[in-house]
């Protein structure tokens, strides 16, 4: 067998970027060539390692048949902490320009917001629905059926809007975006500290 620290080192590799669904035994062996009993005692030394260490706040849990990576039991109340309040996410340029049409001009499909843009706007429409900014909102009469998107609640609470009537007003002049709708955009960046 590899070096015992290295293969513990690898198994916990493996659990982390297996995530929730976490590996069976099965896969551990297709993995390492290990056999079963060696893997076995390799688990036990890692759960042990975890569980001695009192910095460690993660810990080796069996569920289901597959082994996963799992925060320890004592550490609930501030992992809930952490999730009723989550850190500020910087969020790039094109998703605060996919954000402001989506606002302005919901329900919008995709193809209507890059045409808009100009260029495709997957990346952060999918960026956007994963930080719980947009959702969709139905689907489009036209062939295909193309999704609606529209903004969410959290939107709202995060820019202090009371509704969609208290966005300032768009007014477009030939090229130029009146003052209201850049300073409503200069809250975006200042909101989501924007990175290039």
Do not use: C, W
């Amino acid at each position: 067998m590899e070096n015992r620290d290295r293969v513990i080192g690898m198994l916990e590799s493996f659990l982390f970027m297996a995530g929730n669904e976490g590996l069976t035994i099965a896969q551990l062996i297709a993995l390492t060539e290990l056999e079963e009993s060696e893997i076995l005692v390799l688990l036990e030394r890692l759960l042990t390692n975890y569980e001695e260490r009192i910095e460690s706040g993660i810990t080796l849990k069996l569920f289901g048949g597959a082994y996963q990576l799992v925060t320890k039991a004592e550490y609930a109340n501030d992992i809930k902490r952490l999730l009723e309040n989550p850190a500020p996410h910087s969020i790039t340029k094109a998703s605060l320009e996919v954000l402001a049409i989506i606002a302005y001009k919901q329900p919008v499909t995709r193809v209507e917001i890059d045409d808009l843009r100009g260029v495709k706007s997957d990346g952060p429409v999918n960026t956007l629905i994963s930080r719980g900014f947009i959702m969709e909102n139905g689907r489009s009469e036209g062939t295909g059926r193309a999704i609606l998107y529209g903004t969410t609640d959290l939107f709202l609470d995060r820019f202090g809007l009371s509704s969609l009537k208290s966005l300032p007003p768009l007014m477009l002049e030939e090229n130029n975006v009146q003052e209201d709708t850049d300073l409503f955009m200069t809250q975006f960046q200042e909101v989501f500290g924007e990175k290039e």
